[in-house]
Every structure is written in C-alpha cells, then in structure tokens.
C-alpha cells in the first residue's frame, strides 16, 4: 500500500478533510513524500507514506466534464494481489472502521470465504467507476 491510514474514525475525517483541502486549493498539494508527511504530522494524520522523502507525489483531479477524458483508475494487480490476500471468511474487515458509523454499529455479516472474495471484487469495481467520491 502506497498510503497506511492509521483506522480510527477521527483520523480518517482529519484525512478527509486534508484531502477537501487540495481539492479547494491545488497550490497546497504536496509534491514529494516530504511535503506529504509534513501535511500529514501537520494535520495530526497517523499514517505510513512507502518510500523516500524525495519520492515524487502527484495528486489528479478528475476531469468531470463530459467532453474530456474519461480516466478509470484501476490498481496495479500487486496492489490488488496484495488486498485479495488479506479476504478471508468471516466480517468482512477490509472496509475502514468509519463505515460502522452507517450502520448504527450493527455486527459485520459473517461471509463465507467465496462471498467475502466477491464482497472484495465489488468494492475495487465500484471504486473503480464511482471516482471514489
């Protein structure tokens, strides 16, 4: 994972709103993993950034108009390998804590091994069409 967001529901709204703020103002995008880490202690974010401080970081925007180009952001099939590996039977706990939220705390449904492989498969195809968004 190129990113690690400590799971907690306070951090994942401090991350979110970090990202409100490069979408409201490009000029404050981090360019290397340098700036990411500084924005990222700067904002009380626990996270891991892979790499060196001198790794190079771009951040896109979608381009939303309907006459632009249509980007599909998929992952790499390492990165996918690396997610699938972690889908076992069970509550499905690849999906961040802050989801419980919308739940009311309700249990995570026990899935059999197959539906949680299909459960996981699901979530990298919606991504990959609802702009994460």
Same mark, same amino acid.
């Given at each position: 994972?190129?990113?690690?967001?400590?799971? !907690?529901?306070?951090?994942?709204?401090?991350?979110?709103?970090?990202?409100?703020?490069?979408?409201? !103002?490009?000029?404050?995008? #981090?360019?290397?993993?340098?700036?990411?880490?500084?924005?990222?202690?700067?904002?009380?974010?626990?996270?891991?950034?892979?790499?060196?401080?001198?790794?190079?970081?771009?951040?896109?925007?979608? !381009?939303?108009? #309907?006459?632009?180009?249509?980007?599909?952001?998929?992952?790499?099939?390492?990165?996918?390998?690396?997610?699938?590996?972690?889908?076992?039977?069970?509550?499905?706990?690849?999906?961040?804590?802050?989801?419980?939220?919308?739940?009311?705390?309700?249990?995570?449904?026990?899935?059999?091994?197959?539906?949680?492989? !299909?459960?996981?498969?699901?979530?990298?195809?919606?991504?990959?069409?609802?702009?994460?968004?």
């Amino acid at each position: 994972m190129r990113i690690q967001i400590v799971d !907690d529901n306070d951090n994942w709204l401090k991350w979110g709103n970090l990202v409100q703020m490069w979408i409201d !103002d490009g000029e404050s995008r #981090p360019t290397d993993v340098r700036e990411l880490r500084a924005q990222l202690n700067g904002k009380g974010i626990k996270a891991e950034v892979a790499g060196a401080d001198d790794r190079l970081v771009q951040i896109q925007s979608y !381009d939303d108009s #309907p006459d632009g180009t249509l980007v599909i952001m998929v992952p790499t099939s390492g990165m996918r390998d690396a997610k699938m590996a972690t889908v076992g039977p069970g509550p499905y706990a690849n999906m961040p804590l802050f989801y419980d939220i919308a739940f009311a705390g309700a249990a995570r449904a026990n899935l059999s091994a197959q539906e949680a492989r !299909d459960f996981a498969v699901r979530r990298i195809g919606e991504y990959s069409v609802n702009e994460c968004c």
